[in-house]
């Protein structure tokens, strides 16, 4: 069974802090994203990446930088929250298939609020 | 600049009846479709795709509709169960783009009333 797992559920930071939010899949994925999900807005996309070392942004990458070390793994960093950083973040993993794009496999997700 | 639009936030149904869930693009370049469902507290799962190469697919309660000269894709859900009362995302691809990108719609809540 595919399994996406993501670091924390729930997380309250303060103002200014740097924030780590780490993502593993176990199903050899090349592909691995960051969404943010608010109220009205969908899904947004952060950053992705297609490989080992490898990142593009997304549509709203302002705010967060990527790191991925090791295949399984994909993290998203705030540098320095803000309080308009408080979402639903959303991991997801898929394979890397040019001819046609597989579905996405999700994670829970993680709630951040920042105070 | 939403590119993937779901116009309706909510939709409430009768249990039984059909659901009909819409999406509308306007990337001319989008020629993959998916609709991904989402309960609170969990992440998005897959539901059901269709190729722009097809106007229909079926997959037992749920049917992809798109018809491409509108932009324009539907969800029908026949018959609606209380258990699918959940957030529902449509999402669009450019095959060849880069790293097999997803654009997502805002999401329509869909409750089924018992």
């Known amino acids: 069974d595919v399994k996406v797992t993501q670091s924390s559920r729930y997380l309250v930071k303060r103002t200014g802090e740097k924030v780590f939010l780490e993502c593993v899949q176990d199903?050899?994925?090349?592909?691995m994203f960051w969404y943010r999900q608010d109220p009205g807005l969908g899904l947004r996309l952060i950053y992705f990446?297609?490989?080992?070392?490898?990142?593009e942004k997304g549509d709203i990458p302002e705010g967060y930088s990527v790191s991925r070390e090791k295949k399984e793994r994909f993290s998203l960093i705030l540098e320095s929250a803000s309080t308009n950083q408080t979402s639903m973040y959303l991991c997801?993993?898929?394979?890397?298939?040019?001819?046609?794009?597989?579905?996405?496999?999700f994670g829970p997700g993680t709630r951040l609020t920042v105070t | 600049d939403q590119q993937v639009k779901q116009n309706s936030p909510s939709l409430s149904v009768q249990e039984g009846r059909i659901s009909i869930l819409n999406c509308d693009y306007t990337?001319?370049?989008?020629?993959?479709f998916l609709w991904y469902k989402k309960y609170p507290a969990e992440g998005p799962t897959f539901l059901i795709s269709?190729?722009?190469?097809?106007d229909k697919n079926e997959d037992g309660r749920f049917t992809v509709f798109l018809n491409k000269s509108a932009k324009h894709l539907s969800l029908h859900i026949v018959p609606s169960q209380p258990g699918d009362s959940a957030v529902y995302f449509c999402?669009?691809?450019?095959?060849?783009?880069?790293?097999?990108?997803?654009?997502f719609g805002t999401g329509t809540r869909l409750a089924v009333r018992p």
């Open positions: 997801a993993s898929s394979l890397r298939q040019l001819a046609s794009p597989y579905e996405q496999y």
């Open positions: 199903m050899d994925h090349e592909n």
């Open positions: 990446s297609y490989d080992v070392k490898m990142k």
């Open positions: 990337n001319s370049m989008f020629d993959y």
């Open positions: 269709i190729s722009s190469i097809k």
């Open positions: 999402a669009a691809s450019a095959l060849g783009g880069s790293g097999d990108k997803l654009t």
